[in-house]
C-alpha cells in the first residue's frame, strides 16, 4: 500500500465505525513502520508517544519481568489501533513490548499533535470515548476470567479467539497468555486430545 492508500484505510477504519469525523482538519504527517515478522515496533523502556494504527499482520504485546521472565499480554489483529495508551498521553516511557507475529505494516502519528488538531471535531471525540471504552471493558473481562475461569476454559478462550494461533505460536508465548505454565499447557491439551479422541 502506498501513503495515500493507508491514509485511506485509517480513516475507513473509523469511518466504518459510524462516526462523521472531518479529516480534513488532519494536517500532521503520517510516518510508515513497516514490521518484519520477529521485530518489534517498539521495546519496553522505549518512548511510544505515537498513535498507531496496523493495517495488516498481527502482533502480541510481550513485557519482561526484571528477571528476565516473559510475559504475552495481549495479541492484535489488523486492522486496529495498537500501543500504550499510558506512553501515548502521558509522554513516559511504555511498560511493554509490541511483536510482530507476521510481516506487519503500521502507520503512525505523533499524538500531542494529532490530538490538538482533531479534538475539536465531535464525530473523533465520540470515537475516541467508544474506543476508550472499548479498551476498560476487554480489560475487565480478561481479569474476570482469570479470577473466575479455569486454565483449560482460558485455553478454549484462546483457542477461539486466535484459532489460527494454536498451532502456529510457541507453547511459552500461549501458556503465558493465559497465566500459566508451558508444563500445564502441556497437560491440558493432552488431556483435550484425549476427551475429542
Keep these: 500500500m502506498d501513503r495515500i492508500q493507508l491514509q485511506n484505510s485509517f480513516e475507513a477504519y473509523f469511518n466504518e465505525l459510524g462516526y462523521d469525523i472531518d479529516w480534513q482538519r488532519l494536517t500532521v504527517p503520517m510516518e510508515v513502520h513497516v514490521i518484519q515478522k520477529g521485530d518489534y515496533l517498539f521495546q519496553q523502556g522505549d518512548a511510544a508517544n505515537r498513535l498507531y494504527f496496523l493495517h495488516s499482520g498481527l ?4 513485557s519482561v519481568s526484571d528477571e528476565g521472565k516473559e510475559f504475552t499480554q495481549t ?4 486492522p486496529r489501533i495498537i500501543g500504550s495508551t499510558k506512553a501515548m498521553v502521558t509522554e513516559t516511557r511504555v511498560l511493554f513490548g509490541i511483536q510482530a507475529l507476521e510481516d506487519c505494516m503500521v502507520s503512525s502519528y505523533p499524538w500531542q499533535a494529532f490530538y490538538a488538531q482533531m479534538r475539536h471535531d465531535m464525530g473523533f471525540l465520540e470515537c475516541y470515548a467508544t474506543f476508550l471504552e472499548r479498551i476498560f471493558i476487554v480489560k475487565e473481562e480478561r481479569e474476570n476470567a482469570f479470577v473466575k475461569h479455569s486454565a483449560e ?3 478454549l478462550d484462546f483457542c477461539a479467539a486466535y484459532p489460527e494461533l494454536k498451532n502456529t505460536l510457541p507453547q511459552q508465548q500461549i501458556a503465558s497468555y493465559i497465566g500459566i505454565t508451558p508444563v500445564a499447557l502441556s497437560r491440558i491439551r493432552q488431556k483435550l486430545k484425549l476427551s475429542q479422541g
Excluded at 59 to 62: F, L
Excluded at 75 to 78: L, M, N, T, V
Design 75 to 78: 495479541f492484535a489483529k489488523s
Design 59 to 62: 502482533m502480541r504485546y510481550v
Design 153 to 155: 476454559r482460558r485455553y
